[in-house]
């Protein structure tokens, strides 16, 4: 059993993600009341078609890194675009936000072949602002796991275990099954992951049910967990 709780949530979105319904005051009251220490608003990137404008992010550097004892990290879920992984954050957007998960959303990019989709993500490892390989367990996209996997190891990038995707209201196909394999594939290339709720309203934030569920069933880690290292997400965030 992961015998420590996990105290920071490194993938929500606020009302400034349109189809989302929290303020970021809201999200940070819940988070504090639920000892949320660390918490990430990543809103998606503006070529989901409700997504705030650009400038929302040249803006962030106007917000607080902490409030009510909460550490707060802004940034974005960008939206991967094709398949050499070109995502649709500027690198001045970029430069404002203190973390980035590049995700492929079906709205943005339809799924393609195998090869194809694999190719989108390592191209999105490639790019410097990217942290964070969001949800890849979608089996709408193929990818080929190992080729993912050790590629994270190269550019040093984050893969996300998104504890949303195992819930039933998910769009995403065979999560848990695709997951456990990228963990176990993790496991051996030591990739450390990433863990977010994934959470569109307040009340889900820090709802880890279904990720402490793999985490626990493929008996992963506690050092290949970011969310776990308080020295590595002090460190997060370029301004
Ligand atoms: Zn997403
Ligand atoms: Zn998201």
């Known amino acids: 059993m992961l015998s420590m709780k996990i105290s920071a949530d490194l993938h929500t979105h606020s009302i400034a993600s349109g189809h989302a319904y929290s303020t970021i005051q809201e999200m940070i ?11 990430a608003i990543t809103e998606h990137g503006y070529a989901m078609p409700d997504a705030c404008h650009e400038y929302y992010y040249h803006n962030l550097c106007s917000l607080s890194r902490e409030m009510f004892g909460v550490n707060l990290i802004f940034g974005c879920e960008a939206n991967i675009l094709d398949y050499t992984g070109r995502i649709d954050l500027s690198d001045v957007a970029a430069q404002q936000c203190d973390i980035i998960i590049a995700s492929l959303h079906s709205r943005c990019i339809k799924p393609g072949t195998e090869n194809e989709n694999t190719e989108a993500i390592i ?24 080729e993912v996997v050790k590629n994270a190891a190269k550019y040093n990038v984050f893969i996300e275990l998104n504890s949303n995707s195992m819930d039933g209201s998910s769009y995403r196909q065979n999560s848990e099954e695709n997951m456990t394999e990228i963990l176990k594939l993790c ?18 934030i820090g709802n880890f049910k279904n990720a402490e569920y793999l985490i626990n069933k493929t008996r992963f880690p506690k050092e290949l967990i970011l969310n776990c290292h308080s020295d590595l997400l002090k460190n997060i965030g370029r301004n």
Not at 187 to 204: E, F, L, N, Q, R
């Open 29 to 39: 009251t819940f988070a504090k009341t639920n000892k949320i220490k660390t918490l």
């Open 187 to 204: 496991k051996k290339h030591k990739v450390m992951i990433s863990i977010g709720s994934d959470a569109h309203v307040a009340y889900h």
């Open 123 to 146: 191209g999105a490892m490639k790019n410097k602002n990217v942290s964070i390989i969001g949800h890849p367990d979608d089996g709408r996209y193929k990818l080929n796991y190992e």
